[in-house]
């Protein structure tokens, strides 16, 4: 029997098994698609959400706040922040707000090249900051790799601050 011969009646009994499987994958296909993006769209949004509390938590933080102020102090004072990167000032005042800072900018740089926190955001919130206070660090990132006989530290800050100062 010819394909112009056959009723729908008849193509519909013999091809009826596979006309369903082809409406069953589709339905599997589109919800799949769907699943994708919204699953793409709910980790964007909790993304921004854990950016946007980190940012809130550190304009509250007294400690970092603390910090940060002693850090500013120190990179703009005659000497800048590199001479406090030595052996006889490590467990100084000056020299534990540069490390909480700069250790808070590798968190930071470390957590947005893994895509924990949304880039869009922080750079929009901190850029100018970061990258001052990079440029005003390197000197002194030069001498704690140094001391530490350790060349990995802040690679992720200088990394992104790099990429930053490029764009």
Not at 41 to 52: F, Q, W
Not at 85 to 101: P, Q
Not at 109 to 123: M, P, T
Request: hydrophobic share 45%.
């Amino acid at each position: 029997m010819t394909w112009a011969e056959m009723t729908w009646v008849e193509i519909a009994r013999d091809y009826a098994p596979f006309i369903q499987a082809g409406g069953v994958l589709f339905s599997a296909f589109a919800a799949g698609l769907y699943a994708f993006f919204q699953i793409r769209a709910n980790r964007r949004i909790a993304r921004e959400r854990a950016t946007l509390d980190l940012l809130i938590k550190r304009e509250w933080d007294k400690d970092y706040l603390d910090h940060k102020a002693h850090f500013n102090r120190l990179r703009d004072a005659e000497g800048g922040l590199e001479k406090w990167i030595c052996a006889e000032h490590r467990n100084s005042d000056e020299a534990n707000s540069i490390r909480y800072v700069m250790n808070d900018y590798e968190l930071i740089a470390l957590a947005l090249s893994r895509g924990v926190i949304d880039e869009a955001i922080y750079k929009a919130w901190f850029r100018g900051s970061m990258i001052r206070d990079f440029r005003a660090a390197e000197i002194a990132i030069g001498r704690a790799r140094n001391l530490a006989n350790y060349p990995q530290i802040y690679v992720e800050w200088e990394r992104l601050a790099r990429r930053w100062m490029a764009e």
